[in-house]
């Protein structure tokens, strides 16, 4: 059941990139509210992620998942954004994009905090992940780290 709860909050967090693709073919409200259910399953991970309902290479697992399903959509975004750089596509591609590291950070921060938490990351390594969570691109090859450092047994912490 706890397995099945972290996928459906990781999709929620996940989904909304491409929910704003979809949204741009139609008029509807999907990309309101899909950004408020990924929000709302970005907190939900985050305090039960807290609390220990799942162990840091789960989270690990589901935050690198979602960043590494969101790339494609990046690009999308990206080309998007390049197409339109005199008009608004550029300005809608980066706020997309914000919005979306925001909710897939969220997921990265949770893992890398419960990883701090079981001790596999020293504190140093915890800030600085913790952080390069919520930057394009480096939050991709943060959450992989986290991830095989979440495989690992106890690091000495300093």
């Keep these: 059941m706890k397995r099945a709860l972290l996928v459906v909050l ?13 949204g741009l073919t139609r008029f509807t409200p999907i990309v309101e509210v899909s950004f408020v259910v990924g929000l709302v399953c970005a907190v939900a991970l985050f305090v039960l992620g807290r609390r220990g309902t799942w162990s840091a290479r789960q989270l690990a697992l589901g935050s690198m998942a979602v960043k590494l399903a969101q790339i494609p959509a990046y690009v999308i975004w990206f080309i998007v954004g390049a197409a339109f750089f005199l008009f608004a596509g550029f300005v809608l591609a980066f706020f997309v994009d914000a919005l979306a590291i925001l909710l897939s950070g969220l997921a990265g921060l949770t893992a890398v905090l419960r990883c701090r938490k079981e001790e596999k990351l020293t504190r140093k390594a915890a800030v600085v992940h913790g952080i390069l969570q919520f930057i394009f691109c480096a939050d991709v090859f943060s959450a992989v780290w986290v991830y095989i450092k979440s495989r690992k047994e106890k690091e000495s912490v300093s």
């Design 10 to 22: 990781l999709l929620g967090v996940g989904a909304f990139p491409y929910a704003v693709l979809l």
